[in-house]
């Protein structure tokens, strides 16, 4: 497959800049999806230890991929604790 590729781009130069945008956008994908599962307090890998880890976030924890006009070091705790 890899051979393949490299053949179609020496025959053809011009392809090689779709090559690069499509691998950029596959790994992206993928970094993005490991930052999900490794990250995101909705995934629990582990429930003999942390059955339910989205109790255990604070208030001013950030964990969204990118906020625009939120700043969460200003919150405040209003929420009991279980």
Request: hydrophobic letters at 40%; charged letters at 25%; aromatic letters at 14%.
């Amino acid at each position: 497959m890899f051979r393949l590729m490299v053949t179609h781009a020496k025959k053809h130069p011009s392809l090689i800049p779709l090559f690069l945008i499509i691998g950029s956008g596959g790994v992206g994908a993928a970094l993005y999806v490991m930052r999900l599962a490794i990250f995101n307090p909705d995934v629990c890998w582990d429930k003999k230890n942390n059955p339910e880890p989205w109790n255990k976030l604070a208030p001013n924890d950030q964990y969204k991929f990118y906020s625009v006009n939120v700043d969460y070091s200003k919150f405040k705790k209003d929420r009991p604790d279980f």
